[in-house]
């Protein structure tokens, strides 16, 4: 029987409410002596926890000639009941939550100072999906241009992601500067195999169809995205540490990324299109056979 009361006190019934809920179950038209003397429960409190459960519509309350008597409802009955109320009020506290941030949502970051505004540096360590989700934040806030210097170290694939998609929809331009001598895995299949120069090609010409300008380097490129020429990212990459050392820069400065931007025209300028490292390849080839 304890169990049972432990179980209905989960559900928000007080111990003596629980005791006088089963001795209501188990009897048939009790008056409310009965069943304090059944639920060992005094009768001054049993009347007010009756009142409660016929306001409830867990039991019935008959008159007879001499005292009123108390009848518990179908148990399915009750259990529909409670679990509408259960349903209910966890609907109410989700709608609540929706509501609450939406109303949060817009207070975030005004207060950001002016000096914060000159110069803004967050650095992020550690190998973790907290740094992918940063620099997806900073993807979906862009709004005219994303200029990428990349070393293909991790898996690609010649899939065009939604927030790639959707940025090119509103018009937006992505320049990449791929390096050449990145070890990378591709996807071919279900399986993820090392790439090699004719995956590198393959993967970056289906970027290109999507709308993506795409240059390929043969010298070693930094880890850096540059956003709207305001805002640059940068991941420090460093193999002799562990993952978890590893670290991203988010510097918000115009200045700074004006600079950084120079630094990717001067590779841009250098690097290969894809249709002459094509060429280069196939040259290579040729004279080696």
């Not at 509103?170 to 320049?175: A, D, E, N, S, T």
């Amino acid at each position: 029987m304890n169990e049972i009361i432990q179980q209905l006190k989960k559900l928000g019934f007080t111990e003596y409410e629980s005791k006088v809920f089963i001795a209501l179950l188990k009897g048939n038209l009790m008056s409310a002596s009965e069943v304090a003397d059944e639920a060992g429960v005094r009768r001054t409190e049993v009347y007010a926890f009756l009142k409660s459960f016929v306001e409830k519509g867990y039991c019935n309350e008959i008159e007879t000639n001499s005292v009123l008597k108390y009848e518990m409802i179908d148990p399915d009955i009750i259990m529909d009941k409670l679990e509408r109320k259960i349903i209910k009020t966890k609907q109410e506290e989700i709608d609540n939550l929706k509501d609450t941030f939406a109303k949060l949502k817009p207070l975030h970051k005004t207060l950001e100072s002016e000096k914060s505004k000159i110069v803004n540096i967050e650095l992020i360590r550690g190998y973790n999906q907290h740094r992918v989700s940063k620099f997806m934040e900073l993807f979906k806030q862009a709004k005219h241009e994303i200029l990428f210097m990349i070393k293909l170290e991790l898996q690609v694939s010649d899939e065009l992601d939604d927030t790639a998609k959707e940025f090119f929809a509103k018009g937006g331009v992505i320049k990449s500067i791929y390096e050449t001598d990145s070890e990378f895995k591709v996807k071919k299949g279900e399986t993820w195999t090392t790439g090699t120069m004719e995956d590198l090609i393959k993967v970056t010409s289906a970027y290109e169809s999507y709308g993506e300008q795409v240059k390929l380097s043969k010298l070693r490129v930094p880890n850096m995205t540059i956003f709207d020429r305001e805002t640059v990212f940068m991941n420090i990459n460093d193999k002799t540490i562990p993952k978890h050392n590893e670290a991203d820069i988010i510097v918000k400065n115009k200045d700074y990324a004006l600079n950084m931007v120079q630094v990717f025209e001067s590779y841009w300028n250098t690097s290969l299109t894809i249709k002459d490292f094509k060429k280069e390849i196939s040259g290579k080839t040729s004279k080696s056979k």
